[in-house]
């Protein structure tokens, strides 16, 4: 099995690695660049704990080969916040106590800044409609539901 | 050990033409898939239900990226063009709004971002939810072969539960819907386990338009989801609603004739008997729905 050198822009830093046809856009974050803050939950597109934008839209990275992502410009978790300047979704998730045990938290963060990317005044049900493929066992989505309308606003 | 251990071991291609790709498949028959978006595909290899050898990505290429439009060719998707960039596109938006809404009930918006519909139609799943909407808008494929590009028509597409016409070496390029007859109206009932995202127990797609030819001056389709080997169009809907004027005893009609056509299995999901009675019930919703907007 061969390896593809790929040439990706992760977080805005230019990255060059080398993967197996076969590894996800997940592990290739998790294990060969070690940014642990995407999540592996369901490994099947379900969950949406290992969300990451991909060229600005939102993806299941246990879903995309690594070496689709050869010229690709990918965020994740760790490349929403600047310096010490929390993302504004980062900020209202944190005043709101939309986060618990956390293992949700990266992917909603991601769904929630690419909702806000492309609708600054989501609704209710909007939102609601964004985050069904992020599933959180612990907050009851109230919480999280209202950092995202508290996030819109800044 | 992994409770879901990563993709099994296989080999990437990403050909640059269709002659490429297609003498690919055919040299490694049985071993070798195309993918698109593998939003099932990956799953059903983590699972190891699949185990290709190879998969060769065909997203690159040529017109597979390209929505285009025309009064006289219609809609043309091609079959890399995702589903929330087909949902947002004005032209679908205008002509073909029953397409859009069954595409938005597809799962979630990150997982439309890498889904297509003709990924949905070439995995010919019974409950592929983009498929009724395809077939009542009389849907055809541009599937390229050994010979060259050809034209195939999605209603006799199917052959069973992830089984179609396609030999080894077809690519499908795109799919195409001509112009629908003015004033067509539609609507798409999913049920699932949960309100939004699951996939069907049973989807009623219905489309109706006027229709000068029929006694009720109204023409109705009707597809399901879920409760047959292959997605089905109801042929007596169509009869009935066409033969009579339509009223709610007709529509009731009609959606007894849906449940009768259908043959649904007990699954994980819901058994037979409810899916038979769901038929009914939902098929005279979406039918009574796409009357009420006729008579607007």
Known sequence: MGFHRINLTVNGEFEQVDVTGYMTLLD????????????????AGECGACTVMMNGEPVNSCLVLAVECDEAEIVTV??????TQLDPIQKALID???????????????ASRALIDRNPDPSESEIRAALVGNLCRCTGYMRIIEAVQEAAKM | MNAYPGLPEFDYLKPDTYAEASEFLVAHAGEA??????????V????????PKYLVDVKGLEGMDEISFDNSQGLTIGAAVNMNRLIAAPEVIEHYQILAEA?????????????????NICNASPAGDTIGASLLLDGMLNIYGGQGMRQEPLSTFFLGPGETILQTGDIVASIQ???????????????????????SIVGVTAVGYPDADTKSGLHFKLALASVAPVPLVVEQVGEILGSTPVTEETLKGAAEAAMEACTPIDDVRGSARYRKLMVRNLSLNA??????????
């Open chain 1, 28 to 43: 290739m974050l998790r294990e060969k660049l070690v940014l642990t803050g995407t999540k592996n939950g369901c490994a």
């Open chain 1, 78 to 83: 760790e490349g929403l916040a600047s310096d």
């Open chain 1, 96 to 110: 709101a106590g939309g986060v618990q045990c956390g293992y949700c938290t990266p992917g909603i963060l991601i």
């Open chain 2, 33 to 42: 898939r195309p993918f698109i978006g593998g939003t099932d595909l990956f």
């Open chain 2, 44 to 51: 059903q290899m983590r699972d190891r239900v699949l185990r």
């Open chain 2, 103 to 119: 595409a938005q009930s597809v799962a979630s918006y990150q997982l439309r971002t890498r889904a297509t519909i003709v990924g």
């Open chain 2, 177 to 199: 819907f001509l112009l629908p007859p003015d004033g067509l109206k539609g609507k798409y009932i999913k049920l699932g386990r949960n309100k939004l995202s699951d996939l």
């Open chain 2, 287 to 296: 039918l009574r729905d796409v009357w009420h907007k006729l008579r607007k």
